[in-house]
Nanobody, 127 residues
Framework: QLQLVESGGGLVQPGGSLTLTCTAS????????IAWFRQAPGKEREGVSC????????NYANSVKGRFAISRDNIKNTVNLQMNSLKPEDTARYYC????????????????????YGQGTQVTVSS
């Protein structure tokens, strides 16, 4: 089974940037689409972005389109989420999780997760 570890979170001012990394081990990384989720206190977990096992296609929540970019490296077993023009409403704990291949093209949400989430990494956008 795939094990995932998120890193790269932190405190950033509004308008700033961060890059989150999801690092995988334990299984065939390129057999899985990978998705990023976030959860703010008192809110449900929501899908942010996902990327197919081959690297294309990708999918983004409307709230982050044009500001976030997802990419993957199937040699290094990593998925990066580049986050630009960050807003206070982006503040949340961010998680990555696997999807079965082919899922990301049609769906972005927690219901299709086919494995375990990582422990998450906290992103706080505040002045």
């Amino acid at each position: 089974q795939l094990q995932l570890v998120e890193s790269g979170g932190g405190l950033v001012q509004p308008g700033g940037s961060l890059t989150l990394t999801c690092t995988a081990s334990g299984s065939n990384f390129d057999d899985y689409d990978i998705a990023w989720f976030r959860q703010a206190p008192g809110k449900e977990r929501e899908g942010v972005s996902c990327i197919a096992n081959t690297g294309y296609p990708t999918n983004y929540a409307n709230s982050v389109k044009g500001r976030f970019a997802i990419s993957r490296d199937n040699i290094k077993n990593t998925v990066n989420l580049q986050m630009n023009s960050l807003k206070p409403e982006d503040t949340a704990r961010y998680y990555c999780a696997p999807y079965n291949p082919g899922t990301c093209q049609y769906y972005l949400g927690p219901a299709a997760v086919s494995g375990n989430y990582g422990q998450g990494t906290q992103v706080t956008v505040s002045s």
